[in-house]
């Protein structure tokens, strides 16, 4: 069975420019969460998304966004890019047939430099 | 959302047990205790979790306190593959949320 699968895995781009990074999560699965990870804040939750609606969101600025579509897949969308927003983007996907509390599965992650 | 606290490192030999601690005080009646690693250039990945009883996996066990105010993260027989960032996460069951709320985790280093 496939596992978690990010795209691109490593991107570079310059302040004030946008990026769409990619979610495939595992078949089957209908939860996709989203998380930073930086040296300073550590591994930081961004959003969920579940069945193609935002279950939940962290404490993020609006510049960060995503959207889930009906195959599962996510996609997550930084605006406006900032120096501090350089990091590891990684998702995670499970069932959630229970509405909560299961195991998550984490792909490798985008690496994401801002110039 | 509840807090862990854990060491921020340790070490350990090789093919020699290692305990993990964790102190979770403000535990709620629904929270369980799960546990992630992160090896290195690696996303998490899922270790183990329970609520009371203590529990075994194929990579590890978990001894809850029978207060819940800490639990122990044990590897039988720590190999190089083991070295990694371990978080003690707090989680309410059936929550309506996957959230992960991730500390700052601590860092087990194997020697060989």
């Known amino acids: 069975k496939a596992g978690v699968t990010q795209t691109p895995r490593y991107l570079i781009k310059t302040r004030g420019q946008q990026v769409t990074l990619s979610c495939s999560p595992i078949?089957?699965?209908?939860?996709v969460s989203w998380y930073q990870q930086t040296p300073g804040q550590g591994l930081q939750f961004l959003f969920e998304?579940?069945?193609?609606?935002?279950?939940n969101k962290g404490n993020f600025p609006g510049r960060f966004s995503g959207r889930q579509f009906s195959n599962s897949r996510s996609e997550m969308n930084v605006s406006t890019l900032e120096l501090g927003d350089s990091a590891l983007y990684l998702c995670?996907?499970?069932?959630?047939?229970?509405?909560?509390?299961?195991?998550?599965?984490f792909g490798p992650g985008t690496r994401l430099l801002v110039l | 959302d509840a807090k862990t606290t854990q060491p921020n490192s340790m070490e350990s030999n090789e093919e020699e047990p290692v305990h993990l601690p964790c102190n979770h005080s403000?535990?709620?009646?629904?929270?369980?205790i799960h546990w992630y690693r992160q090896l290195p250039s690696q996303g998490p990945e899922y270790v183990i979790h329970?609520?009371?009883s203590n529990v075994n996996n194929r990579m590890a066990s978990l001894a809850i306190a029978e207060d819940r105010k800490s639990s122990t993260l044990i590897l039988h027989r720590a190999t190089l593959r083991d070295a990694a960032v371990y978080y003690c996460?707090?989680?309410?069951?059936?929550?309506?949320?996957?959230?992960?709320?991730f500390g700052k985790g601590m860092k087990l280093t194997v020697n060989p």
């Open positions: 995670a996907s499970s069932f959630s047939l229970a509405g909560g509390g299961e195991t998550q599965y």
């Open positions: 078949s089957g699965h209908r939860s």
């Open positions: 998304y579940f069945s193609e609606t935002q279950r």
């Open positions: 403000t535990i709620s009646g629904t929270d369980y």
């Open positions: 329970g609520l009371t």
């Open positions: 996460i707090l989680r309410p069951h059936q929550g309506g949320s996957e959230k992960l709320v």
